[in-house]
């Protein structure tokens, strides 16, 4: 998951991307509403984590200009406004979800793995491919019950795979989500890091499509 975090308290930024950054979540900070309606309009993100009170206009007017030019990637707002009034521009503004300061950081990454998940038509925490299973809220994956020890990197490639299965994914999809803007890596070192999730999860269960980029052999479906 790359998300784009527009804050800017920068001893809050910088906390929270840590903490982000810690639980494998690409992320890139924006310090106002210029900054980030630039990196929308050129970057791809899974989610937004957007504050109202930036130094340049209010984050329902920036965030209003994104929906009207059709940037539809999941937003969740950041206040210390608690006003019923303030949360309802927001949601009328496009938010998907809110968060009032101070605030637990584990929250904020709760919800905005369910943003990502619900983006992708899912509900369930748990999304299954055959006998694989990726808890997003554990940050979890397991085979047929057994858990399977993957790095940072290659848990973020097998969950963008999992989120977007049965639909192929293209090298570049990839290298836009799960890598950091400043690697750019060559489809060599996808394909490797391709190769070792094959080793861990069986032969079978990434499909490549030549051409094209790479599938989950299977739909991702809910637990439960």
Known sequence: MKILLVEDDQALA???????????????????GRQADFLVST????????????????GTQWLSRWREQG?????????????????????SAGADDYVTKPFETAEVLFRLRALVRRAHGH????????????????????????????????FRLLSHLIHAAPRIVSRIELSEHVYDGDQEPDSNVIDVQVSRLRRKLGS??????????YRMMGQAEDAG
Not at 71 to 91: M, N
Request: charged share 20%; glycine share 12%; proline share 4%.
């Open 14 to 32: 910088n906390g929270l991307a840590r903490t982000l950054k810690d639980a494998g979540v690409l992320v890139e900070v924006a310090g106002d």
């Open 43 to 58: 970057e791809c993100y899974d989610a937004v984590v957007l504050d109202l009170g930036l130094p340049d206009g209010n």
């Open 71 to 91: 940037i539809d990637l999941p937003v969740l707002i950041l206040t210390a406004r608690e006003r019923w009034s303030d949360k309802a521009a927001g949601f």
């Open 123 to 154: 509900s369930h925490p748990v999304l299954n491919v055959g006998d694989i299973a990726l808890d997003t809220h554990a940050g979890q994956v397991t085979r047929s019950g057994m858990p399977v020890s993957l790095t940072a990197q290659e």
């Open 204 to 213: 079978e269960a990434i499909e490549t499509i030549r051409g094209q980029g």
